[in-house]
């Protein structure tokens, strides 16, 4: 039996962490109760907290835990992104979790494969690859969120068939006992093979016996052969055993798929699949279930002598057309479908435009003499085959998001032989209505015969636990014993399915996987339970309970979907983790001074409120709009007072602003340095307030004080100009200019002038409102929790606006992306609808470049993607105008949101370092940066030591007038 957390006592898990201690730093090695509960939490429905969280940076802090936890028998558990759905990435015991620091892949053969360490981003593998015209094969719904260790351990696959199993070409593994072996390099390497087998001798032959002990036995190389005609995932690798003549492929395919109950996976190779540039997609809607089972299985064969040319063929049960009828580009045809119509969402790709005709008529030919509900009509364009695979992932949302609160949204994983889909499709929906899930629907992955699907649970009761298990029982009938299919296809075992792997495989199977685990783990410490267990009742066990009661909050499944966009989660916590966090509060009444104080510094404190979160949750959460939530309820009457105060006298706030720049310059002036230093005076610590408080008042990157401007008397030759409007934000009025190394004093002007240099330049007379700067637009009031104070001064701004822009007759351009975003917003619910307000980006390409002579600038350029841009979909747009203004741009991989956050580059420096810190190894080279946001380009130029500026500056000096 393995060990347990129960079974270890107190004394042991001390021992292990005092000399933990030794090999991994303290800040790395996390038992604060909030945390381990926040960091414990999966997508999965299941709930256990970790005694004890290790951060690992590399592979020998990794083995120094694997070997202390084999000394003093402690079970343990990996985690990387914590997108599995099973269970199976969650521990009662020691969490071992991946740091940011495991990043690293190589690109070889054009593209042909490309070798990652395990905490690669699927998202950022094939961003890498796209330059070849390359992607991975496995392409599973969350490959945005998940790595691509976790995907090989769970051997995700995803719509194109293709999992890690058949993709990888080798691996470097990590044991149970911390021995390190690179397949590749014992492959190649006699020696090293030697080594290995010496070093692993009861592994080896204990796997070579197995190999000669099933391949002895037909009824059990048939039964293996057999399952693994359908995606299978429920237990271990067995094709291994009869697929692979050479030991080291055998344990390397066995690790393939085993959810960290044999060892880890710290680096893999893959071969990767082109890109086929054309494509062709149709919604093909079937009248009858046995006519698109027919059509799924032409498709298949077709599939199996070609494999590229048919990309895709997604099933959509009539339940899940219904939910997604009104979704952008949808037939009309959806509102009029009855109980019997299914979908296939067919794509046919090509390397040319030949190619895909022929394919298009070859997939045509294999509908003929179906019964459709209208005829098919394969698409082309773009636009419309985008809406089509948004659809498909709409499905999910379309239940999760109309679920009642309190229950989760289960997504179940299922795959049936091919010729028995129409008839397994009927028998599940049948038992999802016999058991009154009414929300469910069924859609997946036709060629594969896998199904998903979802509806949802409650499990607050003992009537609703039983009913689940009930439910799950016959599923499991259904799938086994009437189809003999797959229990988990593509999701992986977890706890969820370990109860009925025996049942799936057979005892003799069975047997020989619980000989397997004995052999990798002999002391059974790697995630206890987990695809193996004697707890027949595991699965309804451990239930994570999701608390209700705040309706900003209630619809998220904690996916993690989420996490990859937030600028803190290299720091504190993530989206999903604050709303756990939140979760535990409303649950418990625990008020301790400790669980508020980590509380509000990981949940409140290092949120940027950036909303990008919102941008990848499946739910639609802005978790930014939770945390606004809990400032607004703890601001004092005091605050709110003072919050007024600013609103009524707000140019004094601003000009004091510009006072405490001017302070801050000074206090890192060189030439106070130099008074200090000369009487050897340490320059003072400041208090945890005000220049204490603000770190970024002593930095170099910081601006000079805005200066502004003396009135201006409009010439006559402004006269018949087209006008525009320009608002230039309070950040703008802050902050002059930059403290640029060029000796260019164009670039070294401040915005405003800038801005107002290049409309002019373009043949516009430029409007300014009048007193502003008494304005803003309530960015700040609500960033801080005062919502109606933001409220007040964004209709006062749009009153200026009106007058300014003669009743919304002339453009208005906001000068920051920010603001820009927030003020079209707020404009929704304003009636001033006739204001036509324009973002930075936007206002470029519509009214600038058309009006401008362009002469590119050849030297490398740095461009930042603003938060506000990013969920205003201004990414294109972006990249149209830098591509037009600079021959090398380079634009920094995974660096989302800056974490500067208006002023918490100030409050909380740390944010934005976090945020920031890949950003100048990537743009090392350039000669200049460039954003849209006066903030952001403050911390871009410290964090990346180069100057960043408003994109403007960069238009400014590659522009000229067109006579």
Not at 434 to 461: K, P, R, W
Request: proline share 4%.
């Amino acid at each position: 039996m393995s060990p347990t957390a129960t079974s270890v006592s107190d004394n042991h898990y001390q021992s292990f962490l005092s000399e933990l201690k030794t090999a991994i730093p303290a800040a790395q090695l996390i038992d604060d109760p909030l945390k381990n509960l926040v960091y414990s939490t999966d997508a999965s429905f299941y709930r256990l907290i970790a005694k004890l969280l290790v951060i690992v940076d590399n592979e020998t802090q990794l083995k120094s835990t694997l070997q202390l936890a084999n000394q003093y028998l402690i079970p343990v558990c990996f985690r990387a992104a914590g997108t599995s759905l099973s269970g199976q990435a969650i521990t009662d015991s020691v969490l071992i979790k991946l740091s940011s620091k495991w990043q690293d892949y190589e690109i070889s053969d054009v593209g042909q494969t490309i070798t990652m360490q395990c905490g690669v981003l699927g998202s950022a593998a094939n961003s890498a690859l796209l330059p070849f015209n390359k992607v991975l094969g496995p392409m599973p719904a969350s490959i945005d969120a998940a790595t691509v260790g976790g995907m090989a351990i769970n051997n995700a696959a995803g719509m194109n068939s293709l999992d890690t199993y058949g993709q990888m070409l080798s691996a470097k593994f990590i044991l149970a006992n911390g021995y390190e072996f690179d397949s590749k390099e014992i492959k190649a390497n006699p020696s090293k093979q030697s080594e290995f087998i010496k070093n692993n001798k009861g592994l080896v032959d204990g796997i070579e016996l197995l190999m000669q002990q099933v391949r002895s036995k037909p009824d059990l190389v048939e039964k293996i052969s057999i399952k693994y005609q359908i995606k299978n995932t429920t237990g271990y690798s067995l094709r291994a055993l009869i697929e692979f003549d050479d030991v080291i492929d055998v344990i390397s395919h066995l690790m393939i798929g085993s959810e960290g109950t044999l060892g880890f996976i710290s680096h893999i190779t893959h071969k990767t699949v082109d890109i086929l540039p054309f494509k062709a997609t149709s919604l093909v809607i079937f009248d009858s279930l046995s006519d698109a089972g027919l059509a799924v299985q032409r498709l298949k064969e077709v599939q199996i002598s070609s494999p590229s040319s048919i990309a895709a063929a997604e099933l959509i049960d009539y339940l899940a057309l219904k939910a997604i009828k009104d979704e952008p580009g949808m037939p009309s045809c959806l509102h009029h479908i009855s109980h019997n119509n299914v979908a296939l969402l067919i794509q046919v790709e090509g390397h040319s435009n030949q190619e895909l005709d022929a394919r298009v008529k070859s997939t045509e030919a294999l509908l003929a003499g179906l019964t459709l509900f209208e005829p098919a009509v394969f698409t082309r364009e773009p636009k419309q085959i985008k809406c089509y695979w948004q659809m498909r992932k709409a499905i999910f949302p379309a239940v999760g998001a109309n679920r009642p609160a309190g229950t989760t949204a289960l997504i179940e994983d299922v795959a049936f032989p091919i010729d028995s889909l129409p008839n397994a499709l009927v028998d599940l929906q049948s038992l999802l209505l016999e058991f009154e899930y009414h929300d469910a629907v069924i859609y997946g992955h036709a060629l594969d015969g896998n199904l998903h699907f979802i509806f949802s649970q409650a499990f607050d009761t003992q009537e609703h636990i039983d009913r689940y298990e009930l439910f799950m029982r016959k599923v499991v009938e259904l799938v086994v014993d009437k189809y003999q299919g797959s229990l988990k296809a593509e999701h992986g075992t977890g706890r969820n399915m370990a109860p009925f792997v025996e049942h799936e495989w057979g005892t003799p199977l069975y047997e020989v996987m619980l000989q397997i685990k004995r052999l990798f783990d002999p002391n059974g410490i790697l995630n206890p339970d987990v695809m193996i267990t004697e707890d027949q009742q595991l699965f309804i066990k451990n239930i994570k309970p999701l608390v209700a009661g705040n309706e900003l909050i209630d619809k998220c499944i904690e996916c993690g979907f989420c996490e990859r966009q937030c600028p803190s989660r290299n720091l504190t916590f993530t989206p999903r983790q604050r709303i756990v966090a939140q979760r535990h509060l409303m649950a418990c009444n625990d008020s301790s001074q400790s669980l508020i104080k980590t509380f509000q510094y990981n949940v409140n404190e290092t949120c940027a409120g950036c909303g990008l979160c919102e941008t990848s949750c499946p739910v639609g959460i802005n978790t930014g709009d939770l945390v606004r939530q809990l400032r607004t309820k703890s601001n004092s009457a005091l605050s709110n007072k003072i919050a007024n105060t600013v609103v009524n006298y707000f140019d004094l706030a601003v000009k004091t602003s510009r006072f405490g720049v001017k302070v801050g310059r000074f206090i890192q002036s060189k030439l106070l340095q130099d008074k200090l230093h000369q009487q050897n005076i340490v320059q003072p610590k400041f208090p945890h307030s005000l220049f204490g408080k603000m770190g970024y008042l002593n930095r170099p990157a910081l601006p000079k004080a805005y200066k502004a401007p003396k009135s201006v008397v409009k010439s006559n030759s402004s006269i018949g100009k087209p006008k525009v409007v320009l608002f230039s934000a309070c950040v703008s009025r802050v902050f002059g200019s930059a403290l640029s190394t060029t000796t260019d004093k164009a670039l070294d002007s401040q915005q405003d002038v800038v801005f107002n240099r290049l409309l002019d330049k373009a043949g516009y007379e430029v409007i300014k409102p009048d007193q502003i700067d008494s304005l803003c637009c309530g960015l700040p009031f609500k960033s801080k929790g005062f919502p109606e104070q933001a409220k007040q001064k964004a209709d006062s701004l749009f009153e200026s606006l009106l007058k300014a822009s003669n009743q919304g007759e002339f453009p208005i351009l906001i000068d920051t992306s920010q603001c820009s975003s927030q003020l079209i917003s707020a404009l929704a619910s304003s009636q001033k609808d006739q204001l036509r307000l324009f973002d930075p980006l936007t206002f470029v390409n519509s009214h600038l470049l058309p009006k401008l002579n362009v002469t590119p600038k050849t030297q490398p350029v740095a461009f930042h993607l603003t938060c506000a841009a990013r969920k205003d979909d201004k990414a294109a747009a972006a990249l149209d105008i830098m591509k037009v203004c600079a021959t090398n741009v380079v634009i920094p991989e995974q660096v989302t949101c800056c974490g500067f956050a208006g002023d918490k580059g100030f409050t909380v420096p740390e944010l934005n370092q976090s945020a920031l810190a890949e950003l100048k190894q990537q743009v090392q080279g350039c000669q200049s940066g460039y954003s849209t946001s006066r903030t952001c380009e403050i911390g871009l130029s410290h964090h990346s030591g180069i100057n960043y500026q408003s994109i403007y500056y960069l238009i400014d000096e590659v522009t000229d007038a067109k006579v």
